[in-house]
């Protein structure tokens, strides 16, 4: 996979330290609302329900009515394809740091039978 088809939008969404340990609380719990996730959080239930908006807009989360609040479950395709972009993302980076260490190695013999 091409660096090109990372979907920027859920990266840019779960690139916040607090939005990926929502996600966690999330996960181990199975759901929440802002005002549970808030408890837990060092941050107020108005940044956490603008940081849920942001998790529902790139689809990492779904909101379901509960009462007077909206409760939140992750997506788990949505969270698997994260994961998958990142695996990789990651493996292409691995190639091209190969490619350099390959051509810093060759420089280095290079050198060395020159000098």
């Avoid at 849920?52 to 949505?78: C, F, I, N, Q, S």
């Avoid at 260490?101 to 013999?109: F, M, N, S």
């Amino acid at each position: 996979m091409s660096t090109a088809l990372v979907d920027d939008d859920l990266w840019s969404a779960i690139g916040d330290p607090t939005r990926r340990r929502m996600l966690d609380l999330l996960l181990a719990d199975g759901a929440g609302t802002a005002t549970t996730l808030s408890r837990q959080l060092p941050v107020t239930r108005q940044a956490v329900a603008k940081h849920l908006g942001v998790l529902d807009r790139a689809g990492l989360v779904r909101a379901t009515p509960d009462g007077r609040e909206k409760r939140y479950r992750v997506d788990d395709h949505r969270l698997e394809r994260a994961a998958a972009q990142l695996a990789s993302v990651g493996a292409e980076w691995d190639a091209r740091l190969q490619r350099i260490k390959r051509i810093a190695e060759a420089i280095q013999t290079t050198r060395s039978e020159d000098g």
